[in-house]
């Protein structure tokens, strides 16, 4: 069935490196949109990128992603962290329904 | 501002009781969503709504049902709660499957 695996349970980082947090998705829907979802603590989840479009960098708040559909990727990147972006980040794909990854829990300290 | 609306925001009920979680939204959303986040087991989902009385079972119906007799308002009801059922609740619209979603603020309910 339709999947996605975000393998980070946590990730933890010093402010000014860069981000990755990975995505890879299963789904038998052609056209997959892939969605990164990101929810502060003590918050909802709030929409932060998405895509549809195979081998097209989306970029929003300094996050950016690609989608591959040859690697069924949709890693989400920033060049350098700060503080603010601790947060629990999911991964997403619609197709038929909806499927949320499990989350990865960014931790960014000083 | 668009938006999706929850009520109530924290809830403690005891153990038999049953629940009314409420959700609405003003965005003349067709689908909208009703999930479970619990520490590390992420967002699960637990019923769809399509639209009015046109409602279907999630990844995890089980304990819950659901009534949406307007567009704009969603209802996840517990008949006789349970402790495992201790979780934050979230309501979700979105325009059409394909599209993103709008998350409530979600309700924290404790069953005791």
């Known amino acids: 069935g339709d999947s996605v695996t975000q393998t980070e349970g946590l990730v933890t980082l010093t402010e000014g490196l860069p981000v990755m947090l990975n995505c890879t998705y299963q789904t038998i829907y052609s056209n997959p949109f892939l969605f990164w979802y990101v929810q502060h603590l003590n918050e909802s989840p709030r929409l932060l990128l998405k895509s549809f479009t195979d081998n097209k960098r989306t970029e929003h708040q300094g996050f950016h992603a690609t989608l591959h559909k040859s690697s069924s990727s949709f890693h989400l990147q920033k060049s350098s962290a700060q503080l603010s972006d601790s947060a629990l980040y999911y991964c997403?794909?619609?197709?038929?329904?909806?499927?949320f990854g499990s989350g990865t829990r960014l931790l960014v300290s000083p | 501002d668009m938006k999706v609306t929850q009520m109530p925001r924290y809830l403690i009920k005891r153990m038999g009781e049953n629940v009314l979680l409420e959700c609405g939204q003003d965005m003349s959303h067709e689908t909208m969503y009703w999930y479970r986040q619990d520490p590390g087991l992420g967002l699960q989902l637990i019923y769809i709504?399509?639209?009015?009385?046109?409602?279907s079972e999630g990844d995890i119906p089980k304990g819950y049902r659901v009534s949406r007799k307007k567009r704009e308002h969603f209802s996840l009801i517990l008949d006789s709660a349970k402790t495992n059922q201790t979780s934050v609740y979230f309501c979700?619209?979105?325009?059409?499957?394909?599209?993103?979603?709008?998350f409530g603020s979600g309700t924290r309910l404790l069953v005791i």
């Open positions: 997403a794909h619609g197709g038929y329904k909806v499927v």
């Open positions: 979700a619209s979105s325009l059409s499957r394909e599209s993103d979603y709008t």
């Open positions: 709504s399509y639209d009015v009385d046109s409602n």
